[in-house]
């Protein structure tokens, strides 16, 4: 969970990255397993839903919204639109 709960939520795959190697997010194993996977897949949050999500990280769809909550979103629909501009700017930066 963010060590600092007046903090936003971070913006971009990047920060999200740099939170969770500073230790400023730390997860329990069960939101560490999904948060693994979404990191070095994006592509399943911004294009998957939320029980898709969970079936292929062999989790409950709760875990998956919790995992969001966790990170500092309000809803998984906040987390995917992040995820989204991300691939979005680095599909646009290849170009």
Known sequence: MLQDR???PP???????YLIAKRQIVFPNGLEQVARQIIDRPEMIAFESAAAIARNCKVSQTTVHR???HI???????F???????????????H
């Open 6 to 8: 007046d903090r936003r």
């Open 11 to 17: 913006a971009t795959l990047q920060e999200l990255k």
């Open 67 to 69: 995992l969001a909550q």
């Open 72 to 78: 500092g979103f309000q809803t998984f629909g906040e």
């Open 80 to 94: 995917r639109a992040m995820i989204r501009d991300h691939l979005r700017k680095t599909a646009a930066d290849r």
